[in-house]
Every structure is written in C-alpha cells, then in structure tokens.
C-alpha cells in the first residue's frame, strides 16, 4: 500500500517555475517507479512525467520535454516535478501515481494504481 501527498502547486503567471513534491508513505517507496499526471477542465487525464524507482531512467512528454523535469529522493520518500518556462496550458490538476507493478515504468493513467488527491497548478498569461 502506498499513500501519496502532493504538495507545491499555486498561480503563478507565464515563464514562472514551480517545484510540485508528493510525498509517499510506506517503506516500499524505492521500489516503485512513480509517475506526474495532469488533468485540466473538461479533458482527459494525461502523462507529464516518469521515472524509474532507482531514478535512474525518465520520461516526458513531449509538450513539457525541455521545460519539466522529474526526479526522485528515496531517502525522502517523495518524487518531484520541477517545472520551468510556464504556459498558460499548463494549468491543470496535477498527480503522482504509483504503477501497478511497481518496477514497470509506465505512461498510461490506466496502468497506475495508487494515486494523490492532486495540487491545482494555474499559469496566467
């Protein structure tokens, strides 16, 4: 079981950088890969980011590849988004998830089982 608190969202306004965290419980953390979605209004939930549970490997997609980056503290227990270069179409509800099968990083919402109760991330323009 793994629980997850995301933090670190707000309005800011186009060309700002936040950092988002979520934290995880559970001593089982190192062993799963974790992954950054988003879902704004009236759309479906989509893929930001992942990266393996050694944080070793990532993976972006393209509408934030060179402006986001993930990464992983296992001592900390908590996975980071760190996101420059803001636009106005980033603003959405923003989650981590777990997979599944903990060592497999995946890209598809479907494919991920625990999930936190997400932070609202909005860039004015």
């Known amino acids: 079981q793994v629980q997850l608190v995301e933090s670190g969202g707000g309005l800011v306004q186009a060309g700002d950088s936040l950092r988002l965290s979520c934290a995880a419980s559970?001593?089982?953390?190192?062993?799963?890969?974790m992954g950054w979605f988003r879902q704004a209004p009236g759309k479906e939930r989509e893929f930001v980011a992942a990266?393996?549970?050694?944080?070793?490997?990532?993976y972006y997609a393209d509408s934030v590849k060179g402006r986001f980056t993930i990464s992983r503290d296992n001592v900390k227990n908590t996975v980071y988004l760190q996101m420059n270069s803001l636009k106005p179409e980033d603003t959405a509800v923003y989650y981590c998830?777990?997979?599944?099968?903990?060592?497999?990083?995946?890209?598809?919402?479907?494919?991920?089982?625990?999930w936190g109760q997400g932070t609202q991330v909005t860039v004015s323009s």
């Open positions: 559970g001593r089982t953390f190192s062993r799963y890969a």
């Open positions: 998830a777990a997979p599944r099968f903990p060592r497999v990083v995946v890209t598809t919402p479907e494919e991920y089982q625990y």
């Open positions: 990266i393996s549970w050694s944080g070793g490997s990532t």
